[in-house]
């Protein structure tokens, strides 16, 4: 059992020690080669070697940052390629005779917690989503039963009985239903997504009043003041 224990240790983890020129001189750990990330790891052999598809901007960027100012970093680097894997990478300078000598990189799995925590945030994104459409049902709902509603009244009645105030009362009526349905449809448009993926210039005020505007539709029970101070 503590043999067990140990190996999936030595599995969940790997720890390297680099010298100036990022090539490795020593390591414990078997994170690298049981998620079949990189060849053997021996010394000699580059980290971006050791790191393959995971050797990104961010990792080299906290190597440069461990070597050439002695500062600790750690980052989260994620892949999608066969199967979702999340290493979490630190690099901290390699002291010795008080100058920096290398650097010490450890490797972690938080593949679990990576993905509990997409989990998490799907889920959340789903609730949201969810609460946002029963509002827009009850929003939308209140002022379509109202038009139903008159111009039922104005079918079962004589036409020819009906006098032109009531029968613009009636139109202005549903005039202003359409009007509140309106300003649902058009607070939702602009916050569609687009499949354009050129890059443009955006009006920033514009978004914000939009995201006010949307505020204000769905909590009008909850008595918010929103105060907006923009440039113009």
Same mark, same amino acid.
């Given at each position: 059992?503590?043999?067990?224990?140990?190996? %999936?240790?030595?599995?969940?983890?790997?720890?390297?020690?680099?010298? @100036?020129?990022?090539?490795?001189?020593?390591?414990?750990?078997?994170? $690298?080669? /049981?998620?079949? *990330?990189?060849? @053997?790891?021996?010394?000699?052999?580059? $980290?971006?070697?050791?790191?393959?598809?995971?050797?990104? @901007?961010?990792?080299?960027?906290?190597?440069?940052?461990?070597?050439?100012?002695?500062?600790?970093?750690?980052?989260?680097?994620?892949?999608?390629?066969?199967?979702?894997?999340?290493?979490?990478?630190?690099?901290?300078?390699?002291?010795?005779?008080? &100058?920096?000598?290398?650097?010490?990189?450890? *490797? %972690?799995?938080?593949?679990?917690?990576?993905?509990?925590?997409? &989990? &998490?945030?799907?889920?959340?994104?789903?609730?949201? *989503?969810?609460?946002?459409?029963?509002?827009?049902? /009850?929003?939308?709902?209140?002022?379509?039963?109202?038009?139903?509603?008159?111009?039922?009244?104005?079918?079962?009645?004589?036409?020819?009985?009906?006098?032109?105030?009531?029968?613009?009362?009636?139109? &202005?009526?549903?005039?202003?239903?359409?009007?509140?349905?309106?300003? *649902?449809?058009?607070?939702?448009?602009?916050?569609?997504?687009?499949?354009?993926?050129?890059?443009?210039?955006?009006?920033?005020?514009?978004?914000?009043?939009?995201?006010?505007?949307? $505020?204000?539709?769905?909590?009008?029970?909850?008595?918010?003041?929103?105060?907006?101070? $923009?440039?113009?």
């Amino acid at each position: 059992m503590q043999s067990d224990m140990r190996n %999936q240790t030595l599995n969940d983890y790997t720890e390297l020690l680099a010298d @100036p020129d990022l090539q490795v001189v020593s390591y414990h750990g078997m994170l $690298l080669k /049981h998620k079949k *990330i990189c060849d @053997p790891v021996e010394p000699g052999i580059n $980290l971006s070697k050791v790191f393959k598809g995971f050797w990104s @901007p961010d990792i080299r960027n906290i190597c440069a940052l461990a070597l050439n100012r002695g500062e600790t970093a750690t980052v989260v680097q994620e892949l999608d390629r066969n199967g979702y894997l999340a290493l979490q990478v630190t690099a901290a300078p390699h002291i010795r005779e008080r &100058q920096v000598a290398g650097i010490n990189v450890s *490797i %972690q799995d938080v593949t679990m917690s990576k993905r509990q925590q997409r &989990q &998490q945030s799907l889920k959340n994104k789903m609730t949201t *989503i969810s609460q946002l459409a029963s509002e827009i049902v /009850h929003k939308m709902n209140n002022p379509i039963a109202a038009i139903l509603n008159r111009i039922g009244g104005m079918l079962v009645e004589d036409l020819t009985n009906i006098s032109e105030n009531t029968l613009r009362s009636d139109l &202005q009526e549903i005039q202003e239903q359409l009007y509140s349905v309106s300003l *649902i449809t058009n607070a939702l448009t602009a916050f569609s997504t687009e499949t354009i993926l050129d890059f443009k210039l955006v009006q920033t005020n514009v978004i914000i009043e939009n995201a006010v505007n949307l $505020l204000k539709l769905f909590e009008t029970n909850k008595k918010i003041n929103y105060q907006i101070n $923009l440039d113009p």
